[in-house]
């Protein structure tokens, strides 16, 4: 033991040195190894970007990032990122653009549509009259052919593929409205027995599309003279159950309301619903 002691006080500084030189290289270590760690996983935002429940803009807003604090990244969904907040625990969804990440921003003029399959499904047709309007002048097969055929139209002119239901006035089972395609839109109108009812209904089959039925109701909305009515879900509707694709169908107006008649009879104001609808594909196929 003596001689243990003696070494010791005879090599202090060295022994000093060595533990010193040893502590300061563990520092160095953990230094190295949390820069890589923010590097990788933690990221941090610009000033007070909205955070969403959901990978898009029209999910809800959690709150507004708070100004440096770093976040760890969870997931990501196209241009859009997953970030946990310790502080706040929970997380949510910011646009790749608003962080550290850079990720490029949306282009909102881009035509996303080009190449993009769409089926569309004219609804009722032949003895299958659907509803009449009032006046009895106006069966809806008639506007849903001369809608359907006019978003056929309009989105052959942006490069996409389109596929229909059917193009004249013939009778088409429910169970034959299909098609392979990377989204649906079926064409309807409404009716109910009194005549106050009227705008824009949106119907789609379970969670998973809620995004596409917002998306659509959003445009529709933005671009048409309809009232926005409501998005609706509804798991029993035959041409959303058979769909394999994101899909809706779309009231585009009430044939029982004679100012919703008035206008879907009328060549402009249905192209600015099927406008809508274009619009809405492309900001759906682009988020
Ligand atoms: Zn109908």
Redesign the pocket.
């Known amino acids: 033991m003596k001689r243990v002691k003696q070494f010791i006080l005879n090599n202090l500084k060295t022994l000093l040195f060595v533990a010193l030189l040893f502590l300061f290289l563990s520092v160095i270590f953990v230094i190295i190894l949390n820069s890589f760690k923010t590097n990788e996983s933690l990221i941090t935002t610009k000033e007070q970007a909205p955070i969403y429940t959901g990978p898009s803009s029209r999910y809800p807003v959690l709150y507004n990032s708070l100004d440096g604090v770093k976040y760890e990244v969870r997931d990501r969904s196209g241009r859009w990122v997953e970030i946990y907040s310790d502080e706040k625990n929970q997380s949510g969804w910011v646009e790749g653009y608003l962080t550290s990440l850079n990720l490029p921003e949306k282009e909102t003029n881009h035509n996303y549509l080009k190449g993009k399959t769409i089926f569309v499904d004219a ?2 047709g032949g003895k299958d009259q ?2 009449t309007s009032r006046s009895g002048k106006t069966h ?1 097969k008639d506007l849903t052919l001369k809608t359907a055929l006019m978003l056929k139209s309009q989105l052959e002119a942006k490069g996409a593929i389109v596929k229909m239901s059917r193009t004249d006035d013939t009778f088409v089972p429910l169970k034959e409205r299909k098609a392979h395609a990377d989204a649906m839109v079926s064409i ?2 409404d009716s109910l027995k009194d005549d106050f009812a009227t705008g824009l209904t949106v119907i789609y089959k379970d969670a998973e599309y809620e995004d596409y039925a917002y998306t659509l109701f959003n445009s529709i909305s933005n671009k048409s003279f309809l009232i926005s009515r409501e998005v609706v879900t509804n798991d029993e509707l035959a041409v959303l159950k058979i769909a394999e694709q994101p899909a809706v169908l779309l009231e585009l107006g009430f044939m029982s309301s004679d100012v919703d008649e008035s206008m879907l009879v009328d060549k402009k104001y249905r192209h600015l619903a099927v406008s809508g609808i274009v619009d809405g594909l492309n900001a759906y196929f682009g988020a």
């Open positions: 609804g009722h659907g509803a809806e309807h109108f």
